[in-house]
């Protein structure tokens, strides 16, 4: 059974303002990772972690921002919402031991900037 | 670097009708290859993976994908469609450095008609 929760599920903000978007998993993975879905179904990584103290950028380039301070937890963070930012973000989470191991995924924040 | 291509946005079949989803990959290390099923406003779930064991690989809901190297394929198939299985369906690899971050196909939308 996986264990990752998104918080919150739905978001319409508005311009300019300051979000968090939170995830957390209780499977104590060390890998972490943020999608960003656009409507076209296509998923694009933003965002990873190794680990507490690890974030790396993604390969589409974002304007969002990352932490990692507990192994469970991999908020992202954006400064000043825009509309172009309008998408759904999935959070997901491996334990990376072997080779090959899957990605449990979280149910998804849909945001809305308006 | 690894790519996949999923062939097809939008697969319709009947019900009762066999499911073929196609998915090529381009990897230049050994790939670990997944198939991930989407329900609407939901996260991603995984159906099954391939993990460099048996090529003909059985997942859950009646779903099996058979790897082909000599092919760069990795194609899912259901012999029998069921309403229930109205879905996106995401191919995706990682291989064996990195992050095991998974490089997703654009998606395929499967309709099941009555």
């Known amino acids: 059974e996986a264990d990752i929760y998104q918080t919150p599920r739905y978001l319409v903000i508005g311009t300019g303002k300051k979000i968090t978007l939170e995830c957390s998993q209780t499977m104590g993975h060390d890998k972490m990772y943020w999608y960003q879905q656009d409507p076209g179904m296509e998923l694009h990584l933003i965002h990873y972690s190794y680990g507490v103290n690890s974030t790396e950028k993604g390969d589409l380039s974002s304007e969002s921002t990352v932490s990692r301070i507990r192994t469970e937890h991999f908020p992202l963070t954006l400064e000043s919402a825009r509309p172009s930012h309008t998408s759904q973000y999935l959070c997901?989470?491996?334990?990376?031991?072997?080779?090959?191991?899957?990605?449990?995924f979280g149910q998804g924040t849909r945001l809305t900037v308006v | 670097a690894q790519s996949v291509t999923q062939l097809g946005s939008h697969v319709s079949v009947s019900e009762g009708a066999l499911v073929l989803l196609r998915c090529n990959y381009s990897?230049?290390?050994?790939?670990?290859l997944f198939w991930y099923v989407q329900y609407p406003n939901q996260g991603l779930q995984l159906l099954l993976k391939?993990?460099?064991?048996?090529?003909l690989v059985k997942g859950i809901n009646g779903f099996e994908a058979e790897f082909k190297k000599s092919e760069t394929s990795f194609h899912l198939t259901k012999p029998s469609a069921h309403m229930s299985d109205a879905a996106e369906y995401f191919c995706?690899?990682?291989?064996?450095?990195?992050?095991?971050?998974?490089?997703f196909g654009q998606g395929t939308r499967l309709t099941i008609n009555p």
């Open positions: 990897s230049s290390v050994p790939p670990y």
């Open positions: 391939y993990t460099s064991a048996a090529t």
């Open positions: 997901a989470s491996s334990d990376g031991a072997g080779l090959g191991t899957e990605a449990f």
């Open positions: 995706a690899v990682t291989g064996i450095q990195g992050a095991q971050k998974l490089v």
